[in-house]
């Protein structure tokens, strides 16, 4: 997993398996999510936020997961459509790009 890079240039931080599953469980013990729900994400697997919401509690709670490579507002948007998407990960910028002020998907 990488840092943020925040404050220089984004440094390598071992996690180890353990680390990875105690995150998603925590995480997941306080978020509703029903069986049914299904997850678009377009955010990188590299970064914590990609890594654990998006792909390990999907998997840990056996939801539906639909994954973009980058985010194009109108394919996402239709997917959601289309998929009967429930959650959206997605960072404030690409929603704001998006136009889509008050967006029900992305309260």
Same mark, same amino acid.
């Given at each position: ?38 997850? %678009? ?7 914590? @936020? ?5 792909? #390990? $509690? /999907?998997?840990?709670? !056996? ?16 997917? %959601? ?7 959206? @990960? ?5 929603? #704001? $790009? /998006?136009?889509?002020? !008050? ?5």
């Amino acid at each position: 997993m990488y840092t943020s890079g925040t404050t220089g240039l984004p440094k390598g931080a071992v996690l180890t398996h353990y680390n990875l599953m105690s995150d998603a469980e925590a995480i997941a013990a306080v978020r509703y999510t029903e069986p049914k729900d299904v997850v %678009i994400s377009v955010l990188p697997l590299f970064h914590c @936020y990609g890594q654990t919401h998006s792909l #390990n $509690i /999907s998997i840990l709670l !056996g939801l539906t997961m639909l994954m973009f490579e980058k985010f194009e507002t109108d394919k996402v948007f239709a997917a %959601i459509e289309e998929e009967d998407s429930t959650i959206l @990960y997605a960072v404030p910028t690409m929603v #704001n $790009i /998006s136009g889509r002020d !008050g967006c029900s998907y992305c309260t």
